[in-house]
């Protein structure tokens, strides 16, 4: 009898272990931990929303997380010291060349192959431009970035304010569609505490435009937007600096032409105090990323609910036809560490993010998540907790043009140091301590300097390859 | 007298060398490595933000910090802070040490509310504030609005900005100049002053005459400190203005942060370090060597 239990029991242990191991032959990994970096706040969250999905995967996810603006040093610095301290990292495309280059980062073609992320159902500027490296794959959109002009509906379509509008530029008050319009619009909505805007007496003062000028915080790209639409790139293909050219001059000119018809600390603002001048009512325009559309509609966060209206970035006219360029800035993207232990655990968990649970992730105000998939763009009903249906369809088509005429940050070896001297100089500018002309005519100077710093035949040759692929996407002739 | 024998003495002498051992090699791996390390990449033209090796290229990088206008424009910040904020704390912690050094009820409480700034960690205080220079939603501007003034773009106006960080430092410091001069002031003997007042002493004469030579070494020993850390002022720099609007408010070590993280530039960036270290070295040996007069004397 006694060998009969016996048997019973190591059938039963057989089977109790047989059983295991047949639920974790259904996961795809073998409980790996691995780390993952993203700047810290609310685009951080998903990575939490979804350790349960990836554990059930097999994957334990530790994340790790950095200010927004040291995102760069932080990486680098890991980078330099090779401590594989991450595994999967989520960055901006404006390093990509330099990790990249340096080989800090995994190619992902192989995985991609195995995982299928789906490529083509990003946009196609987006992949090209910030998905690839020299013809190979590096990493996955996590964060579709782009400019685009938002305004306040309600104060566009008020009786008094066209009325008024109209007496005073005798044209119609609708939202910009070139620079100079803009100028215009901005100086109009600009008013005093006390005085009257669409029917209401102010008790604080309300400006027409808002624009984004902290540096380290992509300031560049409120001047790219009027440079990049007046033809401008950051080189030429002899690496010769562009940005001093008459396109540039202009585009700060207008900078601080529009000064006065700012909020008077706009100098210290970066997202979160261009978002709040707009969602709280103190300004009437801004060139914004879009989840301020997000957040401009939730009641917890907006004053302006059901009033944030968005459309493309002004341009110019050139033989008849308005032409505009978006900036792209941040664009968060998700790439693998090639010092990582844990590579295809490390795809595996970026293919997730960007691909099986983005749509979740891009059409929550909990994030500042942004569309890049078509599929984002055709699905306007996951976007309706905002706004009706139709409104959130105008949206996603608004962000979906610009981003067809998007206008790439710089991604290039050392693009950190040649950004942060752009910025500097645009600062310069604002702050009237040097002209127009004098501050980009410097920047060109320190740019040449760090190009021959840097090596240029190298820098010219990398610079070319980016070149090549904006043309093949249509953004230069 | 009992006579110490030599090889006693050896021994003692082996055996302090030993027990120096690991602070002497810590100091070596922590201190000299380290500065070895700086000096030697200071000779090198080498970048980490590309693939290529480093070139070794004499003093051609301490050139470039004196051609640097960055660096002027960081080292004329930072003597503006210096300079202002030398003056300033001590003027106030020497009056609010004289306060202090009266006897009245709840003394003990005041000096320890006014300790407090000291212990607030830099980058807390950098972030409180920036809340209090907040232009829409700062207790400043409120305070200032509520007396009918228009308020002021405190860290965004390049104007100000400099100003803005510089009472920061002030209301920080200046406690701990308080203290160490109310120690002073704790340290003279009574009958000096009681010697003044026979000799028929002014109240002015006994300040010039009497308290302020007196209190002399602790001005040297506060200069000398608060000069070292301001000149490595960082945290609230960085927190408050990064530096900015554009470099209005970019010190020194601010600067050699920058180019070490952000720009990469192993080489420049030593040199710089070890131009710094020459100046401070300069400061720090003129006020010894004032400290040690003064003690011979």
């Given amino acids: ?35 993952a970096f993203c700047d810290a706040g609310h685009n951080a969250l998903p990575f939490e929303w979804y350790a349960d999905e990836f554990k059930k995967a097999g994957i334990n996810v530790k994340l790790v997380t950095a200010p927004f603006g040291n995102v760069y040093e932080k990486l680098k610095s890991e980078f330099v010291a090779g401590t594989g301290a991450y595994d999967v990292i989520v960055f901006f ?3 990509l060349g330099e990790f990249a280059g340096m080989g800090y980062l995994k190619p992902l073609d192989e995985y991609a192959e195995k995982y299928d992320p789906h490529l083509d159902d990003i946009a196609a500027g987006f992949l090209k431009l910030y998905d690839y490296y020299a013809g190979k794959l590096y990493t996955l959109p ?49 008013r005093k505490s006390g005085e009257t805007l669409a029917g209401q007496k102010l008790v604080s003062d309300f400006y027409g435009y808002s624009f984004l000028a902290q540096r380290g915080s992509f300031a560049f790209a409120w001047w790219l937007a009027e440079f990049a639409s007046r033809g401008g790139t950051y080189f030429d293909k002899d690496m010769n600096p562009m940005i001093n050219s008459e396109g540039g001059v202009t585009a700060l000119q207008r900078l601080i032409d529009v000064l006065p018809y700012c909020p008077p600390d706009v100098f210290a603002y970066g997202y979160d105090e261009l978002k709040d001048a707009l969602v709280l009512g103190r300004t009437a325009m801004c060139l914004q990323w879009p989840c301020i559309w997000k957040k401009g509609n939730d009641p917890a966060q907006s004053k302006i609910v059901g009033n944030v209206g968005v459309t493309h970035v002004p341009g110019v006219m050139k033989d008849g036809k308005l032409v505009y360029r978006a900036p792209m800035p941040c664009g968060r993207i998700l790439a693998v560490a090639n010092a990582s232990k844990n590579p295809e655990a490390a795809f595996y968990v970026a293919k997730l993010l960007s691909d099986d649970f983005s749509l979740a992730n891009v059409s929550t105000t909990e994030t500042g998540l942004d569309p890049y998939r078509k599929s984002h763009f055709n699905n306007p009903k996951a976007f309706s907790g905002f706004a009706p249906e139709k409104e959130a369809a105008e949206y996603l088509a608004a962000i979906d043009n610009n981003l067809t005429y998007g206008f790439p940050d710089l991604n290039l070896p050392g693009s950190a140091e040649y950004i942060d001297i752009l910025e500097l100089h645009l600062g310069k500018a604002y702050t009237k301590e040097l002209s127009p002309k004098e501050a980009l005519d410097a920047v060109a100077k320190e740019w040449d300097s760090i190009t021959d710093r840097l090596g240029r035949a190298n820098q010219t040759r990398i610079y070319g390859e980016l070149l090549q692929s904006w043309k093949e996407v249509g953004l230069i002739d | 007298m009992k006579e110490i024998s030599t090889n006693v003495l050896i021994g003692k002498n082996k055996f302090a060398k030993l027990i120096t051992f690991p602070s002497v090699f810590i100091l070596i791996i922590t201190v000299v490595g380290p500065f070895a390390f700086l000096l030697y990449a200071s000779f090198f033209d080498w970048n980490l933000t590309v693939p290529a090796p480093p070139r070794f290229a004499w003093f051609y990088n301490f050139g470039l910090v004196f051609k640097d206008l960055r660096f002027w424009n960081a080292f004329k910040n930072t003597s503006v802070l210096m300079i202002a904020g030398i003056i300033t704390q001590s003027i106030l912690g020497l009056i609010i040490a004289f306060l202090l050094n009266r006897n009245f009820r709840l003394k003990k409480l005041a000096i320890t509310i006014i300790a407090l700034p000291i212990m607030v960690t830099p980058v807390v205080l950098g972030f409180n504030w920036r809340i209090i220079y907040h232009e829409h939603f700062g207790p400043l501007n409120y305070i200032i ?23 920061v430092d002030t209301w920080q410091w200046t406690p701990f100049v308080t203290l160490i001069l109310l120690a002073g002031l704790q340290s003279i003997p009574r009958q000096v002053y009681e010697a003044a007042d026979v000799d028929g002493a002014t109240g002015w004469q006994t300040f010039r005459r009497v308290t302020l030579p007196l209190l002399r070494p602790m001005f040297v020993l506060v200069v000398l400190f608060r000069t070292i850390w301001i000149f490595k002022i960082f945290d609230p720099v960085y927190i408050l203005t990064g530096g900015g609007p554009g470099i209005a408010t970019e010190t020194l070590s601010l600067y050699t942060y920058v180019s070490w993280v952000k720009y990469w530039r192993v080489g420049y960036t030593s040199a710089l370090g070890i131009v710094q270290l020459i100046i401070m070295t300069i400061i720090a040996m003129i006020f010894v060597r004032k400290i040690m007069r003064r003690r011979r004397a």
Avoid at chain 1, 6 to 11: A, D, V
Avoid at chain 1, 15 to 32: E, H, R, Y
């Fill in chain 1, 1 to 35: 009898m006694r060998k009969v239990y016996l048997l019973i029991l190591i059938t039963s242990l057989l089977l109790i272990f047989s059983c295991s191991m047949l639920v974790q032959g259904q996961t795809k990994f073998n409980d790996v931990t691995i780390t």
């Fill in chain 1, 93 to 95: 495309p404006l390093y």
């Fill in chain 1, 142 to 190: 996590y964060d579709g970035d782009v400019l685009s002009l938002y305004f306040r509906k309600d104060l566009f379509n008020d009786a008094t304010e066209k009325s008024n509008f109209k007496k005073t530029y005798n044209k119609e008050l609708v939202p910009p569609v070139t620079w100079d319009e803009l100028l215009d619009v901005a100086k109009f909505f600009t």
């Fill in chain 2, 145 to 167: 609005r509520l007396l009918g003034g228009a308020g002021s773009s405190w860290i965004a106006d390049p104007k100000l900005a400099l100003f803005s960080i510089f009472l």
